[in-house]
């Protein structure tokens, strides 16, 4: 309970020190007038004078990161002047369900995947199977999700369409699973598809690679004297020791994709999500919305890492007694 309380704890730390960091970053770098940034380009002098006093640049610096801090996740007012006063918030709000539909889907593929992948190699090691496993793998890491994106849009939305195989492909964009649960489905299966490739074949690589190593632990030779069955032993014993290492990158590399990382995968099938709002944000230098797709990506990743810590208090007794 005190390691729960300590890691929460540390959260709060942390989740304060980033605030703060970006908006330093963002509006109080020197000799750069935080007013003219959010009021844009060639905007007019009662503009500047607005932005000045509704966000509080005239006064103290602590009270401008306690007014900006209230924008952003209390009153949610935080407007874009270059967007014609654009509410920033409710955009994000908009654009998160399309890229945690984009990661939840890519992630569920890549995880049942890879478990199979490392499992069975490692199972198998040495043989064809395991060295096969593993180049299926390599092959997977060393395709970019752009280039890989593109032959899919190729192949599923010009050269082979009208066929009966890619006849169900919609066209490119999102339907929202309120709307229409089987188009939202045929409109994200290709890019989950493509998303997951890479990271199933890292996660399987690192699963293989951990239960090949844990296989000469004292615990495991101890498993195999009482004569269980080595399945039993690889699956109990040793694979979920190993969800240590692949729960802790899978909650980095999670709340990095929903946090912008599948800007590629978003930009290549025309999903109106986080990566490609931002991306649009930093084109048109529209820096309250920057600012906001920032700080929300930073804190759902700490979050994210404080959820993985606390699993690893149920996944590894070791670190629970270590704390």
């Known amino acids: 309970m005190m390691a729960l309380l300590r890691r929460l704890g540390q959260t709060v730390f942390v989740l304060f020190g980033i605030s703060a960091l970006v908006f330093l970053v963002f509006f109080a770098t ?22 000045r006093q509704e966000y509080g640049f005239d006064r103290p610096l602590p009270v401008q990161y306690a007014t900006m801090m209230k924008k952003l996740f209390i009153t949610q007012d935080l ?18 369900p399309v890229t945690v539909s984009l990661v939840c889907g890519a992630a569920l593929i890549w995880v049942v995947l890879s478990i199979a ?22 092959i997977g890491i060393s395709m970019p999700v752009f280039w890989l994106g593109q032959v899919a849009n190729l192949i599923t939305q010009s050269r082979y369409h009208d066929t009966w195989l890619f006849s169900w492909v919609p066209g490119l964009g999102y339907v929202p699973l309120t709307e229409n649960p089987w188009a939202w489905f045929k409109a994200l ?8 490739v890479m990271f199933i074949g890292i996660y399987s690589r690192v699963l293989r690679a951990d239960l090949v190593a844990l296989s000469g632990e004292d615990f495991m030779r101890t ?5 269980l069955s080595p399945s039993r ?16 990158l899978f909650g980095l590399d999670f709340a990095q994709l929903v946090g ?38 930073a804190v759902f ?20 007694d270590a704390r």
């Open 117 to 138: 992948m490392g499992t069975i190699a490692a199972a198998m090691k040495g043989t064809w199977v395991d060295r096969g496993l593993m180049m299926l793998g390599l």
């Open 189 to 196: 299966v290709i890019p989950w598809i493509v998303l997951a």
């Open 30 to 51: 020197p000799g750069a007038d935080p007013t003219a940034r959010i009021a844009g380009r060639n905007a007019s002098p009662q503009t500047m004078e607005k932005v």
């Open 260 to 297: 912008g990382g599948a800007l590629l995968t978003e930009v290549v099938f025309g999903l109106p999500g986080v990566g490609r709002l931002t991306y649009q944000a930093l084109t048109n230098l529209d820096l309250p919305l920057i600012m906001a797709t920032v700080m929300y990506s």
């Open 233 to 248: 032993i690889l699956l109990r014993h040793g694979l979920r020791t190993s969800m240590v290492t692949f729960v802790s």
């Open 301 to 320: 990743v700490v979050l994210a890492n404080a959820v993985v810590d606390i699993l690893y208090l149920f996944l590894d007794p070791r670190v629970r």
């Open 79 to 96: 407007a874009s002047y270059v967007d014609r006063g654009e509410l920033v918030v409710p955009e994000i709000a908009r654009a998160a």
């Open 223 to 227: 498993a195999r004297a009482k004569g």
